[in-house]
């Protein structure tokens, strides 16, 4: 029963009809039920699709006319009643009655699907809805006790008109948790990801075990939880005029049926949990198989999580039998028949999935433009963001019809502080932890704890599913990191949230920094592998912002980080964009950026204007009391002297003053490394007891702070300085492969194969010694890492520099680790 009026002068007259529409326990719509922040009209022309009798009442105002209309809403809702039975009523005396309403009041006069009456009182109109009512209901009554045959219900499940891709896996999924006797199993998953077309698949295949019907009831349009049942029942032909309810019509009529009962789209109905709880209860043998894109907390309820499709990792080679390319080229032949990619196209396709995150309506969506273009145009214009993805489909609903379409609907769905954190959370790349999300993203405004949870339940953030995580993560895809990212550009507030996350990342490195250089370095690392990408997004908004300062501090205190992961090029690359944007710097971050500059070129061998670079920073270093700094500085330094001209002399003293500064601190890290390196001079000026002596002080050193790289290289070099092929070696390089191997160390694993070479070759095995030299040669140029002198002389003297003749013995890919596990870690290895 939809009523309608104005709504302040009636107040008092709508409830009273209210009442009176209940206790003939039937369902009055009211606009003001609405729960949602639907446009007024939008919600009143749901509401009256929902409706079946219209009941308006009427005084002296005509009601508010929106912008660009022509008619109120009052007049709007009367005209959209269509054949439904109309009762009005009209109140007297109405002295100030406006002339639109009197114009609107005369038309009820010529419509014969109208009963008019007038009233003074409040009693009066009740008395006259009751009895108006009663007579309808008598008029229009055919009892439901006399049954309907529900196998004649139009209720059927829409057959697809295109084929199900990809979805074996699920449909099975639900037939077992179904035929398990689960009583209710929602399907939920982000807008546009194939619940209803999973839902339609898997109730078609259950036809055989539900004999006495597989019922398909789509609520999108409905956003009031008492209409549910009133809709369902009118969907499975049901007659319920009288004094029966729908939900006691519904479970009368359905009572002793085994059936399913498919309730597609949920989400947007508040409260639509105990409806369903209610309609389980009172016919014990219905199953419910419900859509929407967050669970509905029901007791008993199961979740089955719809994810979009698999897509092919980049670099795969097999993309025919790929279930989102193979959705793609069925949906491009059919708007273009001819449509038959190529191995070039394939690529694409693949790319466009990844770009969509394997959302099946993105790729349909995307699919559908292949009559106009061809592949590659198709993912060179998805970069610039949703407009590609739309339809024109006249089968589709309009939500989603476009991606951008699509995600509104499900931001529509939230409340304001997800809304809020969602945009906010865009800030993010990868994936990101509660800490740094609350961190960033919390305030008055935002409950970073309940609103996560409500994104989470919504399908828009999902729980990261890398395995090796060392904490709890949660992720975006793509699509809607876009969306979410544009609202934030939108919301006002990206530079502040920007701000914040520099801020956050600059304080989890200051944390982490002497951790990198000391106790827990294997953990920090691991955590700081899951922020690689949000490390980039860091770097570029703080350069985006011209703080150059946090972003110099940022890469300074992850420098190690970056050494031990082997991934220099890319702190490397930001520090050339610092220095070519000539930003004005405090004297201390200029020549903290220069020697960073000066470290990362001179481990690949560049020395170009290292000197200045280093006397500057040792003199500001020096001058503002900064001991690490200065111990690096000098530690640096010594590599120039010894790599740049060979004096081995100036190396030596620089590194002497690096130790004693390292000394001072307790520094572990910087007391081991320089060790190493001291033990490289010695072995240059052939003292190899010295040189073993200062790698085995240098293992103390790593050892107390479980600095596996350094430990690895010390056993490396201390089997090369001994150069025998006996057992004792072979345990040191064993170990060291051990550690190389486990962490995938690769700067290590180039000494430990050197290690490994000439032991071969003191073992007579010249063919495997050439093999570990090539790997090692193969790292150091993928690495852009120089050979130390002495290690470069110990191979060259054993003649393992030159190239090998067995050329079975050069490896046809990096397989090093594999062959330091097989030579020396495999059962039998010596």
Same mark, same amino acid.
């Given at each position: 029963?939809?009523?309608?009026?104005?709504?302040?002068?009636?107040?008092?007259?709508?409830?009273?009809?209210?009442?009176?529409?209940?206790?003939?326990?039937?369902?009055?719509?009211?606009?003001?039920?609405?729960?949602?922040?639907?446009?007024?009209?939008?919600?009143?022309?749901?509401?009256?699709?929902?409706?079946?009798?219209?009941?308006?009442?009427?005084?002296?105002?005509?009601?508010?006319?929106?912008?660009?209309?022509?008619?109120?809403?009052?007049?709007?809702?009367?005209?959209?009643?269509?054949?439904?039975?109309?009762?009005?009523?009209?109140?007297?005396?109405?002295?100030?009655?406006?002339?639109?309403?009197?114009?609107?009041?005369?038309?009820?006069?010529?419509?014969?699907?109208?009963?008019?009456?007038?009233?003074?009182?409040?009693?009066?109109?009740?008395?006259?809805?009751?009895?108006?009512?009663?007579?309808?209901?008598?008029?229009?009554?055919?009892?439901?006790?006399?049954?309907?045959?529900?196998?004649?219900?139009?209720?059927?499940?829409?057959?697809?008109?295109?084929?199900?891709?990809?979805?074996?896996?699920?449909?099975?999924?639900?037939?077992?948790?179904?035929?398990?006797?689960?009583?209710?199993?929602?399907?939920?998953?982000?807008?546009?990801?194939?619940?209803?077309?999973?839902?339609?698949?898997?109730?078609?295949?259950?036809?055989?075990?539900?004999?006495?019907?597989?019922?398909?009831?789509?609520?999108?349009?409905?956003?009031?939880?008492?209409?549910?049942?009133?809709?369902?029942?009118?969907?499975?032909?049901?007659?319920?005029?009288?004094?029966?309810?729908?939900?006691?019509?519904?479970?009368?009529?359905?009572?002793?049926?085994?059936?399913?009962?498919?309730?597609?789209?949920?989400?947007?109905?508040?409260?639509?949990?105990?409806?369903?709880?209610?309609?389980?209860?009172?016919?014990?043998?219905?199953?419910?198989?419900?859509?929407?894109?967050?669970?509905?907390?029901?007791?008993?309820?199961?979740?089955?999580?719809?994810?979009?499709?698999?897509?092919?990792?980049?670099?795969?080679?097999?993309?025919?039998?790929?279930?989102?390319?193979?959705?793609?080229?069925?949906?491009?032949?059919?708007?273009?028949?001819?449509?038959?990619?190529?191995?070039?196209?394939?690529?694409?396709?693949?790319?466009?999935?990844?770009?969509?995150?394997?959302?099946?309506?993105?790729?349909?969506?995307?699919?559908?433009?292949?009559?106009?273009?061809?592949?590659?145009?198709?993912?060179?214009?998805?970069?610039?963001?949703?407009?590609?993805?739309?339809?024109?489909?006249?089968?589709?609903?309009?939500?989603?019809?476009?991606?951008?379409?699509?995600?509104?609907?499900?931001?529509?769905?939230?409340?304001?502080?997800?809304?809020?954190?969602?945009?906010?959370?865009?800030?993010?790349?990868?994936?990101?932890?509660?800490?740094?999300?609350?961190?960033?993203?919390?305030?008055?405004?935002?409950?970073?704890?309940?609103?996560?949870?409500?994104?989470?339940?919504?399908?828009?953030?999902?729980?990261?599913?890398?395995?090796?995580?060392?904490?709890?993560?949660?992720?975006?895809?793509?699509?809607?990191?876009?969306?979410?990212?544009?609202?934030?550009?939108?919301?006002?507030?990206?530079?502040?949230?920007?701000?914040?996350?520099?801020?956050?990342?600059?304080?989890?490195?200051?944390?982490?920094?002497?951790?990198?250089?000391?106790?827990?370095?294997?953990?920090?690392?691991?955590?700081?592998?899951?922020?690689?990408?949000?490390?980039?997004?860091?770097?570029?908004?703080?350069?985006?912002?011209?703080?150059?300062?946090?972003?110099?501090?940022?890469?300074?205190?992850?420098?190690?980080?970056?050494?031990?992961?082997?991934?220099?090029?890319?702190?490397?690359?930001?520090?050339?964009?610092?220095?070519?944007?000539?930003?004005?710097?405090?004297?201390?971050?200029?020549?903290?950026?220069?020697?960073?500059?000066?470290?990362?070129?001179?481990?690949?061998?560049?020395?170009? %204007?290292?000197? *200045?670079? @280093?006397?500057? $920073?040792? !003199?500001?270093?020096? &001058?503002?009391?900064?001991?690490? #700094?200065? +111990? /690096?500085?000098?530690?640096?330094?010594?590599?120039?002297?010894?790599?740049?001209?060979?004096?081995?002399?100036?190396?030596?003293?620089?590194?002497?003053?690096?130790?004693?500064?390292?000394?001072?601190?307790?520094?572990?890290?910087?007391?081991?490394?320089?060790?190493?390196?001291?033990?490289?001079?010695?072995?240059?000026?052939?003292?190899?007891?010295?040189?073993?002596?200062?790698?085995?002080?240098?293992?103390?050193?790593?050892?107390?702070?479980?600095?596996?790289?350094?430990?690895?290289?010390?056993?490396?070099?201390?089997?090369?300085?001994?150069?025998?092929?006996?057992? %004792?070696?072979? *345990?040191? @390089?064993?170990? $060291?492969? !051990?550690?190389?191997? &486990?962490?995938?160390?690769?700067? #290590?694993? +180039? /000494?430990?194969?050197?290690?490994?070479?000439?032991?071969?070759?003191?073992?007579?095995?010249?063919?495997?010694?050439?093999?570990?030299?090539?790997?090692?040669?193969?790292?150091?140029?993928?690495?852009?890492?120089?050979?130390?002198?002495?290690?470069?002389?110990?191979?060259?003297?054993?003649?393992?520099?030159?190239?090998?003749?067995?050329?079975?013995?050069?490896?046809?890919?990096?397989?090093?680790?594999?062959?330091?596990?097989?030579?020396?870690?495999?059962?039998?290895?010596?």
């Amino acid at each position: 029963m939809f009523i309608s009026s104005t709504l302040g002068e009636l107040a008092a007259e709508r409830l009273a009809v209210k009442g009176a529409i209940e206790r003939l326990h039937l369902a009055p719509v009211m606009f003001e039920d609405g729960a949602r922040p639907h446009a007024p009209r939008t919600l009143y022309r749901a509401y009256l699709a929902q409706s079946h009798v219209f009941l308006g009442i009427y005084w002296q105002r005509y009601g508010w006319i929106a912008e660009g209309e022509e008619i109120s809403g009052l007049e709007d809702e009367y005209r959209l009643a269509g054949h439904r039975p109309r009762l009005l009523y009209i109140k007297d005396p109405a002295p100030q009655r406006e002339e639109r309403l009197g114009q609107l009041i005369k038309r009820f006069q010529t419509d014969d699907q109208a009963s008019y009456r007038r009233f003074g009182s409040i009693d009066e109109l009740v008395g006259l809805v009751e009895r108006d009512l009663a007579l309808l209901l008598s008029e229009r009554f055919e009892a439901s006790v006399a049954g309907t045959d529900l196998k004649e219900s139009p209720a059927t499940t829409p057959v697809p008109l295109t084929r199900t891709l990809g979805r074996g896996r699920e449909i099975a999924a639900v037939q077992e948790l179904l035929g398990k006797g689960v009583r209710l199993l929602t399907l939920t998953g982000l807008g546009g990801v194939g619940k209803t077309r999973l839902a339609q698949a898997a109730a078609i295949s259950l036809k055989s075990v539900y004999p006495e019907g597989v019922f398909f009831v789509p609520l999108e349009t409905v956003t009031s939880a008492p209409l549910v049942a009133r809709v369902i029942v009118d969907r499975l032909g049901i007659r319920t005029e009288g004094t029966w309810s729908p939900e006691a019509a519904l479970a009368h009529h359905l009572g002793g049926h085994r059936t399913l009962l498919v309730l597609d789209n949920l989400e947007q109905i508040d409260g639509i949990g105990p409806v369903i709880r209610r309609l389980l209860e009172q016919s014990s043998t219905l199953q419910v198989l419900a859509t929407s894109r967050r669970a509905l907390r029901v007791s008993g309820e199961q979740e089955l999580p719809v994810t979009p499709l698999p897509v092919p990792p980049e670099g795969e080679q097999r993309l025919d039998d790929q279930p989102a390319i193979e959705l793609f080229v069925d949906r491009a032949r059919a708007v273009n028949p001819r449509f038959s990619p190529d191995r070039d196209n394939l690529r694409a396709i693949a790319e466009i999935c990844r770009r969509v995150d394997g959302l099946p309506l993105a790729i349909e969506l995307a699919a559908a433009r292949s009559r106009l273009m061809p592949p590659q145009e198709i993912l060179s214009r998805l970069s610039s963001g949703f407009e590609l993805l739309s339809s024109k489909s006249a089968d589709l609903p309009v939500r989603q019809q476009t991606l951008r379409a699509t995600l509104d609907w499900s931001h529509e769905l939230l409340s304001p502080g997800e809304r809020g954190l969602l945009a906010r959370l865009s800030v993010f790349e990868g994936s990101f932890s509660l800490e740094a999300a609350t961190a960033v993203c919390g305030d008055g405004s935002v409950n970073v704890m309940d609103d996560l949870t409500g994104l989470l339940d919504s399908s828009l953030i999902l729980p990261s599913d890398d395995p090796d995580l060392v904490e709890p993560r949660f992720r975006m895809l793509q699509t809607v990191h876009d969306y979410a990212a544009d609202r934030l550009a939108r919301s006002g507030e990206a530079d502040l949230i920007r701000k914040r996350f520099v801020a956050w990342f600059l304080q989890l490195s200051d944390r982490a920094a002497p951790f990198l250089c000391g106790p827990n370095q294997r953990s920090w690392a691991a955590r700081f592998d899951a922020e690689r990408a949000n490390l980039r997004a860091v770097v570029k908004a703080a350069l985006g912002a011209g703080d150059f300062t946090s972003a110099v501090q940022l890469i300074w205190n992850l420098t190690v980080f970056y050494e031990i992961r082997d991934a220099n090029a890319e702190p490397q690359s930001w520090v050339k964009d610092i220095i070519a944007a000539r930003p004005a710097l405090d004297p201390v971050t200029e020549v903290r950026l220069r020697l960073i500059d000066t470290q990362f070129r001179a481990g690949i061998g560049n020395f170009d %204007g290292a000197d *200045a670079a @280093l006397a500057a $920073a040792y !003199e500001v270093f020096t &001058r503002h009391a900064l001991g690490l #700094e200065t +111990a /690096v500085t000098l530690m640096v330094w010594s590599e120039v002297h010894l790599n740049l001209r060979k004096d081995l002399d100036a190396a030596r003293a620089a590194l002497q003053k690096s130790m004693q500064a390292f000394a001072a601190m307790s520094h572990d890290w910087g007391a081991a490394r320089t060790l190493i390196m001291m033990s490289l001079i010695h072995w240059m000026e052939e003292k190899r007891e010295a040189a073993q002596e200062c790698l085995k002080q240098s293992l103390i050193h790593s050892r107390k702070i479980e600095n596996e790289p350094q430990i690895a290289r010390a056993f490396s070099l201390l089997v090369m300085l001994g150069a025998r092929a006996d057992t %004792g070696d072979i *345990a040191l @390089l064993r170990d $060291a492969a !051990e550690i190389v191997v &486990r962490g995938q160390y690769r700067t #290590e694993a +180039a /000494v430990c194969l050197e290690a490994l070479a000439l032991s071969k070759h003191l073992a007579g095995r010249k063919a495997e010694a050439h093999k570990a030299v090539s790997l090692s040669s193969r790292l150091r140029d993928q690495l852009q890492i120089p050979r130390p002198p002495p290690l470069a002389s110990a191979l060259s003297a054993a003649g393992l520099l030159i190239p090998h003749s067995d050329s079975s013995a050069a490896p046809a890919a990096d397989m090093t680790f594999a062959f330091l596990s097989e030579a020396l870690l495999a059962a039998g290895a010596s």
